[in-house]
Structures are given as C-alpha cells and as structure tokens.
C-alpha cells in the first residue's frame, strides 16, 4: 500500500487527446504517506481524508489550498522522521498546485 503524488498543469483523465503534463512526481514516500494519514489525519481535516490509499484522488488549485492548511496541522502531529517527510512532501506539492492556476494534484493509491 503506498500513495503516488503527480502534480498536472491540467486535469487528469479527461479523455482529452492529450494529456496533461507531469509537472512533479513524488514516489518516494508513498508507504509513510499512507501510514501517516491513517494515523494521524483527524476527521475534521475532510480534505485529507478523501484521499483513498487504493483509489485516486485528485485536489484542484482550490481544494488544494484548503488541504494546505490540513497538511500543515498533519505535520505537527507526526512522530516518526518518514511520515514528517512525507507530509512535507505532500504539503509542498498541495502549495504548488494552489499556486499554480488550472493545476491539479493526483493522489494514486495501490
């Protein structure tokens, strides 16, 4: 089980033909991220919990400025060097979504 970060200048799977560009892939903490999230996220933090560890998920600019602010508080609840890497990871590519128009970040569970 683990969860891949692809950070898209467009949304994904729209059947368009072509397809949007990759701008960030993050496979490197896929199992901590997982972990983290079902450790630590809170029921109030709905964004993060959307993300599904076996399915995809995908954040727009603006859901993803709103994620943000779950992640930062995530982050402050991590006890473990990989889970605070992993969240790290996801809240910087949560940042760069937000600030970058019509982008949209894909969580992609196993």
């Known amino acids: 089980m683990g969860i891949e970060l692809a950070l898209h200048d467009g949304r994904p799977n729209t059947g368009r033909r072509t ?21 630590h996220a ?20 603006q859901d993803a400025a709103a994620a943000f602010e779950e992640a930062t508080a995530l982050l402050a609840r991590c006890t473990t060097g990989r889970h605070r890497a992993a969240v790290r ?6 940042a760069n979504c937000a600030a970058i128009p019509g982008s949209w970040l894909s969580c992609y569970g196993d």
């Open 19 to 39: 397809a949007p560009t990759v701008l960030h892939l993050s496979t490197d903490h896929g199992q901590a991220l997982a972990e983290a999230l079902a450790e």
């Open 42 to 61: 809170r029921p109030t933090e709905h964004r993060l919990r959307r993300i599904d560890p076996y399915g995809d998920t995908h954040f727009n600019e």
């Open 89 to 94: 990871d996801l809240r910087n590519l949560l």
